[in-house]
């Protein structure tokens, strides 16, 4: 029957039970090469339906981690990084949640760690912005800008990824199919250790080092696709599937990607092209693939803006399959998107969450973004203004609200935007596009919003700046009223307002708003701080500053001239009025009388006999307010330097102040009293009435009724003083019991 031998695997099994034999495959296609034709699908179909499911309970034991709730890494593989030759570092700051993202924020964070997604680290080399994109289901995720700082710096792997014509030819004979969804599938690829260190999310709470890998890195794609294929690497035919070389004439994965987006106040249009080269040599870009749809009455009140970016996301979610994973050129006549959606452009944090979000989507795909004119997107436009009559798919973001703190409800603020002239002006700038040049510098109104005409948006006839919305003139009191009702500073009524809220001139409103509030200013109140000193006094004891101070439970008084800063301190028995007159009549008495008297509203300073005593003498006596202890700050002033010892007032009364440059003492005794240091300068000779040489006779005669004796002069004393030698006897005499001797 066979002219030919065929080796062929038998697997004989031992056992006490008589099983049935079987056939396999490869027996079959050499015994009987017919049977695949023979057998009927529907018959093969109904087998396999009238086979008995295993329960969820068998299920769960088979395949505990799967049924788990541990997020554990696929085993035994791991993303490894690569950078390009001598690159360098870039540390990125944080970008900051909004406040009322901030516990949303900090919920994330902790569920990477907890999960083992990220650690937590102190200080990093290389640090990447993370911030908040919101979900289709009002949740949202943390995406990590790479764009500035890792993925320009990263050597991207080239895999080949199969195409949509490669899959879908070699399922041309299956019955029966199967689709795997992996959650956060990149996440469940590990990093490797090297590369934890490049991926470090800079966030408000800090650096996050990530363990996995994340969207937004430019080789997670290239990365992830070769782990899937070596782990399916065993399952029949897989591999070949995905190294399969059959192509469809019309795409080809080697030549450059194009896609030029439009889009028109009705639809948008895209074409998918390759760059090739003529005979000439001349590049030229022939078409693969057209796609257009019509916009929906909510996609067609979008900014223009919002609509060319739509028209590039629309492009990208059509052409997916041939562009994942490859680099490839957008197109696109709108200068704002290039700015926006450039792959080497931050995330725009102050956008309006929708364009976050498609910017978000954008970032792992190695694109570039270039800009042209109308004239060379002319089959994209001509796809835009005739669009299929199939609608665009709607990317809601559910998750922005407006002004939900407000009283005020998005109708009435879009009803009072219709009737605002300023804002219409905006609104039809901002739906149709704007001017390429500022063409307001005649218009400051204007100017200012097309200053930030790329953060402008317009959401349910809203004008919104970045996830603000914009509130009409009319409107803006009542705002102001609502933000202030907590009656908050200035401060955190700005950080309220920025949470919902913007118009031109929002801070400056708010500003004058709460400091005009009387509540605020009641609350709020502060004494002024501005030193008033006393008028400079004149003369010494024009004005005399007096207190009492305690130390060593010994009661002191103090006084000190306002002209001279001259200071006096007495020990006081006791502190009652009779004491304080006794001393100042002593001070008086030396120094003359005072002029006004300044005192606190101590029992001894307030008592009717130091009254009684100053109107004597006519001196005006004045009291400090209660409470304010600064009125009377020399006498205080004073206190603190008398507290420090008697040694510091000796030294204060001699030593220039830095208001009269001249000692106290100078200035009340007026002549510089004798110090250890005015002893450093030399000092003039004194003059005796007579001179006596040492050794010269004199005569000397002690009193009246005494004898006049015979001496010499042994020593000079002084001026007028010397020591003398009678009769062997040395005495010291004055001058004025001296007299030559006769010679």
Same mark, same amino acid.
């Given at each position: 029957?066979?002219?030919?031998?065929?080796?062929?695997?038998?697997?004989?099994?031992?056992?006490?039970?008589?099983?049935?034999?079987?056939?396999?495959?490869?027996?079959?296609? $050499?015994?009987?090469?017919?049977? /695949?034709? +023979? #057998?009927? =699908?529907?018959?093969?179909?109904?087998?396999?339906?009238?086979? *008995? &499911?295993?329960?969820?309970?068998?299920?769960?034991?088979?395949?505990?981690?799967?049924?788990?709730?541990?997020?554990?890494? $696929?085993?035994?593989?791991?993303? /490894?990084? +690569? #950078?390009? =030759?001598?690159?360098?570092?870039?540390?990125?700051?944080?970008? *900051? &949640?909004?406040?009322?993202?901030?516990?949303?924020?900090?919920?994330?964070?902790?569920?990477?760690?907890?999960?083992?997604?990220?650690?937590?680290?102190?200080?990093?080399?290389?640090?990447? =912005?993370?911030?908040?994109?919101?979900?289709?289901?009002?949740?949202?995720?943390?995406?990590?800008?790479?764009?500035?700082?890792?993925?320009?710096?990263?050597?991207?792997?080239?895999?080949?990824?199969?195409?949509?014509?490669?899959?879908?030819?070699?399922?041309?004979?299956?019955?029966?199919?199967?689709?795997?969804?992996?959650?956060?599938?990149?996440?469940?690829?590990?990093?490797?250790?090297?590369?934890?260190?490049?991926?470090?999310?800079?966030?408000?709470?800090?650096?996050?080092?990530?363990?996995?890998?994340?969207?937004?890195?430019?080789?997670?794609?290239?990365?992830?696709?070769?782990?899937?294929?070596?782990?399916?690497?065993?399952?029949?035919?897989?591999?070949?599937?995905?190294?399969?070389?059959?192509?469809?004439?019309?795409?080809?994965?080697?030549?450059?990607?194009?896609?030029?987006?439009?889009?028109?106040?009705?639809?948008?249009?895209?074409?998918?092209?390759?760059?090739?080269?003529?005979?000439?040599?001349?590049?030229?870009?022939?078409?693969?693939?057209?796609?257009?749809?019509?916009?929906?009455?909510?996609?067609?009140?979008?900014?223009?803006?919002?609509?060319?970016?739509?028209?590039?996301?629309?492009?990208?979610?059509?052409?997916?399959?041939?562009?994942?994973?490859?680099?490839?050129?957008?197109?696109?006549?709108?200068?704002?998107?290039?700015?926006?959606?450039?792959?080497?452009?931050?995330?725009?944090?102050?956008?309006?969450?929708?364009?976050?979000?498609?910017?978000?989507?954008?970032?792992?795909?190695?694109?570039?973004?270039?800009?042209?004119?109308?004239?060379?997107?002319?089959?994209?436009?001509?796809?835009?203004?005739?669009?299929?009559?199939?609608?665009?798919?709607?990317?809601?973001?559910?998750?922005?609200?407006?002004?939900?703190?407000?009283?005020?409800?998005?109708?009435?603020?879009?009803?009072?935007?219709?009737?605002?002239?300023?804002?219409?002006?905006?609104?039809?700038?901002?739906?149709?596009?704007?001017?390429?040049?500022?063409?307001?510098?005649?218009?400051?109104?204007?100017?200012?919003?097309?200053?930030?005409?790329?953060?402008?948006?317009?959401?349910?006839?809203?004008?919104?700046?970045?996830?603000?919305?914009?509130?009409?003139?009319?409107?803006?009191?009542?705002?102001?009223?609502?933000?202030?009702?907590?009656?908050?500073?200035?401060?955190?009524?700005?950080?309220?307002?920025?949470?919902?809220?913007?118009?031109?001139?929002?801070?400056?409103?708010?500003?004058?708003?709460?400091?005009?509030?009387?509540?605020?200013?009641?609350?709020?109140?502060?004494?002024?701080?501005?030193?008033?000193?006393?008028?400079?006094?004149?003369?010494?004891?024009?004005?005399?500053?007096?207190?009492?101070?305690?130390?060593?439970?010994?009661?002191?008084?103090?006084?000190?001239?306002?002209?001279?800063?001259?200071?006096?301190?007495?020990?006081?028995?006791?502190?009652?009025?009779?004491?304080?007159?006794?001393?100042?009549?002593?001070?008086?008495?030396?120094?003359?009388?005072?002029?006004?008297?300044?005192?606190?509203?101590?029992?001894?300073?307030?008592?009717?006999?130091?009254?009684?005593?100053?109107?004597?003498?006519?001196?005006?006596?004045?009291?400090?307010?209660?409470?304010?202890?600064?009125?009377?700050?020399?006498?205080?002033?004073?206190?603190?330097?008398?507290?420090?010892?008697?040694?510091?007032?000796?030294?204060?009364?001699?030593?220039?102040?830095?208001?009269?440059?001249?000692?106290?003492?100078?200035?009340?005794?007026?002549?510089?009293?004798?110090?250890?240091?005015?002893?450093?300068?030399?000092?003039?000779?004194?003059?005796?009435?007579?001179?006596?040489?040492?050794?010269?006779?004199?005569?000397?005669?002690?009193?009246?009724?005494?004898?006049?004796?015979?001496?010499?002069?042994?020593?000079?004393?002084?001026?007028?003083?010397?020591?003398?030698?009678?009769?062997?006897?040395?005495?010291?005499?004055?001058?004025?019991?001296?007299?030559?001797?006769?010679?």
């Amino acid at each position: 029957m066979f002219e030919k031998l065929f080796n062929l695997t038998l697997v004989v099994c031992t056992g006490d039970q008589l099983e049935v034999p079987l056939l396999g495959r490869p027996w079959l296609d $050499i015994l009987v090469p017919q049977w /695949r034709s +023979v #057998l009927s =699908p529907t018959v093969y179909i109904a087998s396999i339906l009238q086979a *008995k &499911p295993p329960s969820v309970e068998e299920l769960e034991a088979m395949f505990p981690r799967a049924f788990g709730n541990s997020d554990t890494p $696929i085993e035994k593989y791991s993303a /490894r990084l +690569v #950078l390009k =030759p001598n690159a360098v570092p870039v540390k990125h700051r944080a970008y *900051k &949640p909004p406040f009322g993202l901030v516990n949303t924020a900090n919920s994330l964070l902790d569920s990477w760690e907890e999960s083992g997604k990220a650690i937590r680290v102190r200080c990093a080399d290389w640090a990447s =912005p993370g911030f908040l994109v919101p979900k289709s289901d009002n949740s949202y995720r943390m995406v990590v800008d790479f764009k500035k700082t890792l993925n320009p710096q990263l050597r991207v792997d080239h895999y080949p990824i199969p195409s949509p014509e490669e899959i879908f030819s070699s399922l041309s004979n299956s019955s029966v199919f199967v689709s795997l969804d992996l959650k956060d599938a990149y996440t469940q690829l590990s990093l490797h250790p090297d590369s934890q260190e490049l991926c470090v999310v800079n966030t408000h709470r800090g650096f996050y080092k990530l363990t996995r890998l994340i969207y937004g890195v430019a080789s997670a794609a290239a990365i992830f696709q070769s782990v899937m294929e070596e782990m399916l690497a065993g399952i029949p035919g897989c591999k070949q599937l995905l190294k399969s070389d059959k192509l469809l004439m019309h795409f080809d994965p080697k030549l450059p990607i194009v896609i030029f987006c439009d889009a028109s106040p009705y639809g948008v249009g895209s074409v998918l092209c390759h760059t090739v080269h003529l005979p000439s040599g001349k590049p030229t870009e022939r078409p693969v693939m057209f796609v257009s749809s019509i916009l929906s009455s909510a996609q067609q009140n979008y900014a223009q803006v919002d609509r060319e970016a739509l028209a590039v996301i629309h492009a990208i979610t059509k052409f997916h399959r041939f562009v994942w994973g490859r680099p490839f050129t957008i197109v696109t006549d709108c200068q704002a998107i290039q700015r926006i959606l450039g792959p080497c452009k931050s995330l725009p944090v102050r956008t309006g969450h929708r364009l976050q979000h498609w910017a978000a989507l954008l970032q792992p795909y190695q694109y570039s973004l270039v800009h042209k004119k109308s004239d060379n997107l002319v089959v994209a436009d001509a796809l835009s203004r005739l669009p299929s009559p199939i609608s665009i798919f709607d990317i809601p973001i559910k998750s922005i609200k407006i002004a939900v703190d407000l009283p005020l409800t998005s109708d009435k603020i879009a009803v009072e935007t219709a009737n605002d002239p300023l804002l219409q002006q905006v609104f039809r700038f901002v739906h149709l596009g704007w001017p390429p040049k500022d063409q307001f510098r005649n218009n400051p109104p204007i100017q200012v919003f097309f200053k930030i005409r790329d953060s402008l948006s317009i959401l349910n006839k809203c004008l919104l700046f970045s996830s603000r919305i914009v509130i009409p003139t009319v409107l803006q009191a009542q705002v102001l009223d609502t933000i202030h009702q907590g009656h908050p500073g200035i401060v955190r009524s700005k950080l309220l307002a920025r949470a919902s809220v913007w118009w031109p001139t929002l801070n400056i409103d708010i500003a004058q708003f709460v400091s005009q509030c009387s509540i605020c200013a009641l609350v709020n109140f502060k004494p002024n701080k501005t030193y008033v000193s006393w008028p400079p006094a004149l003369s010494p004891f024009e004005r005399v500053h007096i207190d009492f101070y305690q130390k060593k439970s010994l009661s002191y008084f103090i006084l000190c001239d306002a002209y001279s800063k001259w200071l006096h301190v007495t020990h006081m028995p006791q502190t009652s009025a009779p004491f304080v007159i006794d001393e100042l009549l002593s001070i008086f008495a030396i120094y003359g009388l005072a002029k006004v008297l300044v005192c606190d509203n101590g029992p001894p300073f307030d008592s009717n006999e130091l009254a009684t005593f100053c109107t004597s003498y006519n001196v005006q006596i004045l009291h400090s307010p209660a409470y304010h202890p600064e009125a009377n700050g020399q006498a205080e002033k004073g206190v603190d330097l008398a507290k420090k010892g008697i040694e510091k007032i000796v030294f204060y009364r001699n030593t220039p102040t830095t208001t009269t440059l001249k000692s106290p003492n100078q200035l009340l005794l007026s002549y510089q009293p004798r110090t250890l240091l005015t002893q450093l300068l030399p000092q003039p000779g004194t003059r005796p009435l007579s001179q006596f040489r040492d050794g010269e006779s004199v005569m000397f005669k002690l009193h009246k009724r005494s004898p006049v004796v015979t001496g010499s002069i042994v020593r000079i004393l002084g001026p007028t003083r010397y020591l003398i030698s009678v009769a062997g006897v040395e005495r010291e005499v004055h001058h004025n019991q001296l007299s030559r001797a006769a010679s």
